[in-house]
């Protein structure tokens, strides 16, 4: 069975441009997280889908959005970009979003410029 | 707020040693805990899942245990060998209003296990 997938692996932008980054949880799970984790900050959550509605955002600004297409698949968008959003972005995703287990990609490198 | 707290910051053992690693956290009404293994550079991989009601889960040479009330989970690995060597994230979820879904984590344990 497949796990989570993401692309790209990296990503490079220059500031102020936009990135999108792509998810594919395990067939089977309707939710899927996103999660940020820059070099010395941990890891955040950024964002919770389940059936192709936002659940909840951590707290980050509005230019980080997202959605989850029919097939269960997601997309975070960054717009604006700045130099400190800069870091790893882990997917994971779930059977149902209650207490699942979260199984997570292998993430996207995002480096601004 | 949940605050989740790993101690050490850094093990460096030598192969064949049984280890603790620690994490606390601030907030005991929880759902689960979950340990995570993390590579230089990649993604998490999931080690075990506590739910709130279990005082333990057994993968392996892994052992995890939970106490809700005190808020403290330990992972024992036994008979550590170099392709332990990793970090090692806890996790927990909280599954209260605006907290619904998100996992709160460490900042993990960065374990090495040399020959």
């Known amino acids: 069975e497949a796990g989570v997938t993401q692309s790209p692996t990296h990503l490079i932008k220059t500031r102020g441009q936009q990135a999108t980054l792509r998810c594919s949880p395990i067939?089977?799970?309707?939710?899927v997280y996103w999660y940020q984790q820059a070099l010395g900050l941990g890891l955040q959550f950024l964002l919770w889908y389940d059936e192709g509605e936002e659940r909840n955002r951590g707290n980050f600004p509005p230019r980080f959005s997202g959605r989850q297409f029919p097939n269960y698949s997601s997309e975070l968008n960054v717009n604006a970009l700045e130099l400190e959003d800069s870091a790893l972005y882990l997917c994971?995703?779930?059977?149902?979003?209650?207490?699942?287990?979260?199984?997570f990609g292998p993430g996207t490198r995002l480096t601004v410029l | 707020k949940q605050e989740v707290t790993q101690i050490p910051a850094a093990l460096s053992v030598p192969e064949g040693e049984n280890l603790v690693l620690n994490c606390s956290f601030t907030d005991s009404a929880i759902y689960n805990l979950q340990w995570f293994r993390q590579d230089p550079g990649k993604g998490l991989t999931s080690l075990l899942l506590?739910?709130?009601?279990?005082r333990e889960q057994t993968s392996g040479r892994l052992n995890a245990s939970l106490d809700k009330s005190s808020g403290r989970s330990t992972l024992y690995i036994a008979a550590s060998q170099p392709g332990d060597s990793a970090t090692y994230l806890c996790?927990?979820?909280?599954?209260?209003?605006?907290?619904?879904?998100?996992?709160?984590f460490g900042r993990g344990t960065q374990l090495t296990v040399w020959p």
């Open positions: 067939s089977g799970h309707t939710s």
């Open positions: 996790a927990v979820r909280v599954g209260r209003g605006s907290t619904l879904g998100r996992l709160y």
């Open positions: 994971a995703s779930s059977l149902t979003g209650n207490t699942d287990t979260q199984y």
């Open positions: 506590i739910q709130s009601s279990q």
